[in-house]
């Protein structure tokens, strides 16, 4: 009997073979089509983390074995974003520092693990994204053996591994920003990271809200995407996380009172503490009012929970807010936070801050306009185009009108405390040349310092809002070393209220130019609440500041020669709060009066100081403008010649560096 031949043999023990189908490779697209039929692991995400995930020295202060019970706070919102629970939207409004970006970072690596699929994490900016992949995302993938036999390094030849995007079996991840439409459109995903939304542009590109195109990649996902929304808040009607977390069930962390038990959430209301000496920090509380020492929170995070506060107008919505007051023992402590509070006394700036980063609350901007007949009353006397004795450069705004174009001019001091020098109004509009040639001579005009010094504009900022293309065709004139065309757009900014420069096209004669104007975007919204804030801030007596006492940064010093139309301008808007048609609210700035120009060109000068770097210099600029003009120290000596810092000794041939002199 003959044997039966290898067809018949593979006919009666029929498997995955390739002759079985009669082509190359059916067996992997059978074991492929195999693996797609499986369902979604029965583990969470941070029991994965305590099993695989491994914290890289270079991206944690605590490197090694990832801890949940070290945050317990994140167990529950990591494993919300598993595929075994049905929530799609998990919303996070909380402080900085409290662990959050590593849970979003553990549900990537669990993602690629054990739930392949295609994933979209988005940062505020494209620039922040590829930072966030060398600093976090790469150590999450090399520092996890399971991780590194999924996603191959970069330096091998079709990898699929760049800076913003990870390939790996199953799915991909793409990292953009969220000024960045193409990045927001680039691909379906079912997994979306959104963080830190509140520092997101109000527009991607121009082509919408960045939250509401990354979401919309989802969609097709239906039921079994998952989306995490996770931010510091900023001002109230504005952040984006404080709508969402609004819009959620409002979940807080209650954790028991170790002497009787009682559940709470911890407010810093009950955070107290003696007058100068935060080190006395404790929380009362609110059961039986006993104090709760540092060392009793370990315990008090363990044998907390998450409980909703209110019913989610979406069901498959959850909302977690989270103070670093529950941040645990070894990071930010209550007498940290306690000494925190009282360094930010007295000022806004500082206590916005400490709301936003340490409580995770938003700040209530008030916008409200000063009464311009108290300004009137704090008038200060000298003479029109004389600098006072502690402005150090100058700036100007212009605003262009119809039929003139009007110019203020502001001396800047340390702490950005300013001073009102000169007002001009230009006749004949942007349609006159002999304008426009009163503007090119006011930039070679001086000004004399109260030292005796002449000095010069640093910076003109001038408005294009208002005949776009002969404000264009001026500055290109004249050059843009010496002015910066702005163009102002509405909304608050937590990352910069001043962006660019872009270059623009511009058209003269009908001709369009190759490289167009330096265009900066200015936030006018930040620089108009600067403004009253600053307005509003006390100051000393004219007896006290006789006496030697500063007024406090920030403070605007207005002349006795501004009538009372100026300063009407000055206070002609005020923020007001607006609802949408959706129902969400807005903060937008309204007009009390008609005419609002000077308060327009102040914020114009404001970004020309921004700008030049006034923000941001260190005290060897601040020194070194004081010796040019012979101005006393704060402290009362005389400036002498500014050093700068010692640095070791160059071989190497370096390029020569001019300092910058705003004096003739």
């Known amino acids: 009997m003959s044997a039966p031949s290898s067809k018949a043999s593979r006919r009666s023990n029929p498997g995955l073979d390739e002759d079985l189908f009669g082509f190359d490779g059916a067996a992997a697209l059978i074991r492929a089509w195999s693996r797609g039929l499986r369902p979604d692991p029965d583990l969470t995400v941070s029991s994965w983390a305590d099993r695989h995930r491994k914290l890289a020295s270079r991206a944690s202060a605590e490197p090694g074995q990832y801890r949940t019970a070290r945050t317990p706070y994140m167990r529950e919102i990591m494993d919300r974003l598993s595929p075994g629970d049905p929530t799609q939207r998990i919303v996070f409004m909380k402080a900085a520092q409290v662990g959050a970006t590593e849970a979003g970072n553990n549900w990537i690596g669990f993602v690629i693990h054990q739930a392949p699929g295609p994933m979209l994490a988005v940062q505020p900016t494209v620039e922040l994204a590829k930072r966030n992949s060398r600093q976090r995302i790469d150590p999450l993938i090399d520092e996890s053996p399971d991780l590194r036999e999924r996603v191959k390094p970069a330096r091998s030849r079709d990898a699929g591994n760049t800076m913003l995007s990870k390939e790996f079996a199953g799915g991909i991840l793409i990292m953009t920003g969220a000024n960045s439409a193409v990045g927001l459109r680039s691909t379906p995903a079912r997994y979306i990271f ?19 195109l990354a979401e919309a990649r989802s969609l097709t996902f239906a039921h079994r995407r998952k989306v995490f929304l996770v931010s510091t808040p900023t001002i109230h009607g504005l952040s984006r996380i404080e709508r969402e977390f609004e819009a959620s069930d409002q979940r807080r962390y209650f954790v028991p009172c170790p002497h009787c038990e009682a559940m709470q959430w911890l407010t810093f209301e009950r955070l107290r503490w003696e007058k100068g000496r935060p080190e006395t920090a404790e929380y009362l509380c609110e059961g039986c009012e006993r104090p709760i020492a540092e060392h009793h929170k370990t315990r008090m995070l363990e044998r907390g929970e998450w409980r909703a506060t209110t019913t989610a107008a979406d069901p498959t919505t959850v909302g977690y807010h989270l103070s670093a007051l529950y941040s645990p023992v070894g990071w930010l402590s209550w007498q940290r936070i306690a000494r ?15 709301r936003n980063t340490i409580l995770g609350e938003t700040w209530m901007e008030t916008g409200e306009a000063p009464d311009w007949q108290r300004l009137a009353d704090r008038r200060e006397a000298w003479a029109p185009g004389t600098v006072p004795q502690r402005g150090l450069f100058l700036t100007a705004g212009a605003d262009v009108q119809k039929d003139r174009i009007e110019v203020d001019v502001w001396a800047w001091g340390r702490g950005l405390e300013s001073w009102l020098v000169d007002h001009l109004v230009l006749e004949g509009g942007p349609g006159d040349p002999a304008c426009w040639q009163q503007l090119t001579e006011l930039l070679g005009r001086t000004w004399t310092h109260a030292s005796g010094q002449r000095m010069t504009l640093a910076r003109l900022a001038i408005d294009t809002g208002y005949e776009t293309s002969a404000v264009y065709a001026w500055s290109r004139q004249v050059g843009f070393a010496q002015v910066a065309p702005v163009k102002g757009v509405e909304g608050f900014t937590r990352t910069s209220p001043v962006t660019g420069p872009t270059y623009v096209d511009a058209t003269i004669a009908g001709k369009r130019l190759r490289r167009g104007a330096r265009l900066w975007t200015v936030a006018t919204s930040t620089f108009k609440a600067e403004t009253y804030r600053f307005l509003r801030q006390d100051r000393p007596t004219r007896e006290e500041q006789a006496a030697g006492v500063l007024c406090p940064p920030g403070t605007i010093h207005l002349p006795d020669w501004v009538d009372g139309e100026w300063l009407k301008q000055l206070t002609a808007e005020q923020l007001v709060t607006v609802k949408g048609k959706r129902g969400f609210t807005r903060l937008e700035w309204q007009k009390l009066r008609e005419r609002n120009e000077a308060l327009d060109t102040r914020v114009y000068a404001r970004a020309a100081a921004w700008i030049l770097g006034a923000d941001r210099w260190p005290e060897v600029r601040w020194a070194d403008l004081e010796a040019q003009l012979g101005v006393a120290k704060q402290d009362g000596s005389e400036a002498g010649p500014a050093t700068a810092p010692s640095t070791p000794t160059r071989t190497t041939p370096r390029r020569r560096t001019v300092r910058s002199s705003y004096m003739r």
């Open 194 to 212: 959104l963080d830190e939304v509140d520092a997101y542009p109000a527009s991607a590109d121009e082509e919408g809200d960045p939250v509401t």
């Open 340 to 354: 925190a509070h009282e360094a930010a006394r007295g000022s806004d700036e500082a206590m916005r801050a400490f």
